[in-house]
């Protein structure tokens, strides 16, 4: 069971462009939902989180989007860079004891010169 | 502050035998989690520890068994192992209080023949 599903799989995207990675939720208990970041052979380290209790949060060139009622966020690379090119990753998690993290597929990113 | 420190980074194993692969952290984190990640499934959570002495099962435990005598080491041990254990393990930690922002070590790269 799949309760954080994530897409698209792979993705390529030109210099400067815009990259959009989407994923859904199914359990309403979720409250944080970090992106995390992938390099090869490292491991993954959080790029940026929000909480159901906004919309939208930037950092950077790095934006969440978040739709609470369609149990949906996504993260928008804006001007999008060669060094950004790595593996996404979006998470959920519930409560503050547990912190145990629920994660998408995976998307492979590929910013092309 | 080295982080968390995972060893060894890449392991060989025949079917049945067993091994431990070891994780340190030095942030002083009470949380502390074992997640394998495999092609197309993203990072799944094996088991985890809230403080020295206590520990649970995540969402694929069996053929894994962990211990947490001290805050600083979480070892997770593979009692007999499988091919279908055949992934990269990360080991990761955060503090119980604030933004649940998980610190992941570099991997440990298994393979079982």
């Known amino acids: 069971q799949q309760q954080v599903k994530q897409s698209p799989q792979s993705l390529i995207v030109q210099k400067g462009g815009i990259s959009i990675i989407n994923c859904a939720y199914e359990?309403?208990?979720?409250?944080?939902f970090p992106w995390y970041q992938q390099f090869p052979g490292k491991g993954p380290a959080l790029l940026i989180a929000?909480?159901?209790?906004?919309s939208e949060k930037k950092e950077g060139r790095f934006t969440i989007s978040f739709n609470k009622s369609a149990k949906q966020f996504s993260l928008h690379i804006m001007d999008s860079q060669p060094g950004d090119s790595a593996t996404y990753f979006c998470?959920?998690?519930?409560?503050?004891?547990?912190?145990?993290?629920?994660f998408g597929s995976g998307t492979r990113l590929q910013v092309q010169p | 502050n080295a982080g968390v420190t995972q060893t060894p980074k890449f392991q060989v194993l025949k079917t049945g035998q067993s091994m431990t692969l070891q994780c340190a952290q030095d942030?002083?984190?009470?949380?502390m989690s074992w997640y394998r990640q495999d092609p197309g499934m993203g990072l799944r959570l094996i088991h985890y520890?809230?403080?020295?002495?206590?520990?649970d099962q995540g969402e694929v435990p069996n053929g894994y068994n962990v211990s947490r005598s001290t805050t600083e080491d979480f070892p997770l041990r593979l009692l007999s192992a499988a091919p279908s254990q055949t992934s990269v393990y990360f080991c990761?930690?955060?503090?119980?209080?604030?933004?649940?922002?998980?610190?992941f070590g570099p991997g440990t790269r298994l393979t079982v023949l």
């Open positions: 990761a930690s955060s503090s119980p209080g604030g933004p649940n922002e998980q610190f």
């Open positions: 359990n309403t208990a979720f409250d944080y």
């Open positions: 929000i909480r159901p209790d906004v």
């Open positions: 998470a959920a998690s519930m409560g503050t004891g547990r912190r145990a993290l629920t």
């Open positions: 942030m002083n984190h009470e949380y």
């Open positions: 520890s809230v403080g020295a002495g206590i520990t």
